[in-house]
C-alpha cells in the first residue's frame, strides 16, 4: 500500500482484480471506474482477458 500511495480501500479493490473495475488515480483523488464496452466493441476484445 505504501508502495502504490493508495488506503486501504482502494488496496482492496485493486487486490482481486476484476474485468472492467480499476483504480483510477488523478493527483491526491482516487476514482473506482467501472468500464464497459458497447458490445460491438466488446466483440473486438474477445474473452481471453487480454492474453
Known amino acids: 500500500?505504501?508502495?502504490?500511495q493508495v488506503e486501504a480501500s482502494?488496496?482492496?479493490?485493486i487486490q482481486f482484480s476484476r474485468r472492467g473495475v480499476c483504480l483510477y488515480k488523478c493527483g491526491?483523488?482516487?476514482y473506482c471506474?467501472?468500464?464497459k464496452a458497447?458490445?460491438?466493441k466488446?466483440?473486438?476484445?474477445?474473452?481471453?482477458?487480454?492474453?
Open 10 to 13: 482502494g488496496y482492496r479493490l
Open 38 to 40: 458497447p458490445d460491438h
Open 28 to 30: 491526491n483523488e482516487r
Open 33 to 35: 471506474l467501472c468500464v
Open 1 to 4: 500500500m505504501d508502495t502504490l
Open 42 to 51: 466488446a466483440a473486438l476484445f474477445g474473452s481471453a482477458g487480454g492474453r
